[in-house]
């Protein structure tokens, strides 16, 4: 019995030397369930053959398969302790030690116990990887080859010593060889299945999902644009009515007051329609990114909001020098300036209204710079932080605008691989909005023109 224990010793140093690799949660999870499917095989072979053994006068295999029903058992006991290693090489050099141990306790070669390599051979490429198989294999392959020599040296005497030879190993190798290979492949090919059909299914959920999300926005869409544009016609219509009326009867005092809500009602609906198109058009037009400083976007979009700032008293402090981005200088002025115009109209009450624009570290790792707008107004309540960003979405009606400004922001880095999000700690207390977006020199990956 040395060559048992010699085997097993070699299977376990293979093993060893082959499963250092690490392996991810989902090749762990596919390796603990085929361990535990072959141990409870494993069980009820070795107990229906010792007792088929036995009852067939073979009693001198019923100890090797007993020795392997415990051992299994020892296997499951680590399996359920997380040592799924461990469990496999018990498992393995079991299976090889009891089948050498039945063919040097039998007809050598020739033993109907040689029939359990294959299984061999397969149990290792359901549990390990290639290179253990093929630690596996060979160990098989030398495990004939003792025996064969054995039987040749006249150690071990069976009803084919006199006429055995080398043959009987050449064909058992080419066995070997053949089903391992098979089965690798067959394995191989029924993992990368699994795991496409796992990412396609991944994929798809995830592409649920988002039709879901479009279909739901799409609704809120068609109803408030339905809304919002119906609203400012049902105003003049009304007042067309007062203006007739005012013409008729010289009042033109009335009739002014008439004219300037008529005014102001095809004003909303121009802006409206104005943000509607500026919104399809985000994604659509596909220009070539550059290198942009964002300390001229900064200045830039500032100019253009210059206006409205003054006239709500809103001081703009900015850190620089700020990083240099990677994407479309126009659409990203759009993007800072509906920012700034998004602070400038929750200030609030404030005396001292103030925006601080600066940039900051994190990102860094994954070539993104992230910009932050913070403002000192009214704050947003955490329960609707996460819709601010929707289409049409307003926190406070009486506030002037169409709804259109964040979403448009949140389109606008979209179509730069980046993300934007929302930090306040609730009303009262300001809000910072902070965009991650591709450093200089990084390829864009968002969703560009397909959008």
Not at 442 to 451: H, M
Request: hydrophobic share 50%; aromatic share 4%; charged share 25%.
């Amino acid at each position: 019995m040395r060559e048992v224990t010699f085997l097993n010793g070699l299977a376990v140093g293979y093993a060893s030397a082959a499963m250092d690799a690490p392996r991810g949660a989902a090749e762990k999870a596919r390796v603990a369930a085929n361990l535990r499917m072959s141990l409870f095989a494993g069980l009820a072979g070795s107990a229906l053959g010792a007792a088929a053994n036995l009852l067939g006068g073979m009693a001198q295999n019923v100890a090797p398969l007993v020795a392997l029903c415990a051992l299994c058992l020892v296997a499951l006991w680590l399996l359920r302790r997380g040592r799924a290693l461990a469990a496999a090489l018990v498992l393995l050099g079991g299976l090889l030690g009891s089948v050498h141990a039945m063919l040097m306790l039998g007809q050598g070669v020739h033993d109907r116990a040689a029939l359990l390599y294959p299984v061999i051979i397969l149990v290792a490429a359901l549990l390990l990887d290639r290179r253990l198989l093929v630690a596996t294999t060979a160990l098989c392959v030398l495990s004939v080859a003792v025996v064969v020599r054995l039987e040749e040296m006249g150690v071990l005497r069976t009803a084919f010593t006199d006429r055995l030879g080398w043959l009987p190993l050449v064909d058992m190798t080419i066995i070997f060889v053949v089903t391992a290979v098979a089965v690798h492949l067959l394995v191989a090919d029924v993992v990368r299945g699994t795991a496409e059909a796992r990412a396609q299914g991944e994929r798809l959920a995830e592409a649920n999902r988002e039709l879901e999300a479009s279909s739901a926005e799409l609704e809120r869409f068609t109803y408030v644009v339905s809304h919002d544009l119906k609203s400012p016609l049902v105003t003049i219509r009304g007042f067309l009515a007062y203006v007739e009326r005012a013409a008729r009867a010289g009042d033109l005092d009335r009739l002014e007051s008439d004219l300037g809500r008529i005014r102001v009602a095809t004003d909303r609906m121009g802006r409206l329609l104005e943000d509607l198109l500026e919104l399809s058009r985000t994604g659509r037009i596909d220009r070539p990114h550059e290198d942009v400083p964002l300390d001229a976007v900064v200045r830039e979009a500032r100019a253009l909001v210059e206006g409205r700032l003054s006239a709500r008293g809103v001081r703009v402090e900015i850190d620089e020098p700020l990083p240099v981005v990677r994407g479309d200088r126009q659409r990203l002025v759009e993007l800072v300036q509906n920012l700034l115009e998004n602070a400038a109209k929750f200030m609030g009450d404030r005396k001292d209204p103030e925006v601080r624009i600066g940039s900051r570290d994190e990102g860094a790792g994954a070539g993104q710079v992230t910009l932050f707008v913070r403002d000192n107004g009214i704050g947003i309540d955490p329960a609707h932080q996460g819709r601010v960003f929707e289409l049409f979405h307003r926190l406070d009606p009486r506030v002037e605008g169409t709804g259109l400004g964040l979403a448009l922001a949140r389109r606008i880095v979209e179509t730069h691989g980046g993300r934007i999000w929302l930090e306040s700690a609730g009303v009262g207390r300001g809000s910072t909005f902070c965009v991650s977006l591709p450093a200089a020199g990084s390829p864009v990956s968002g969703l560009g023109s397909a959008r």
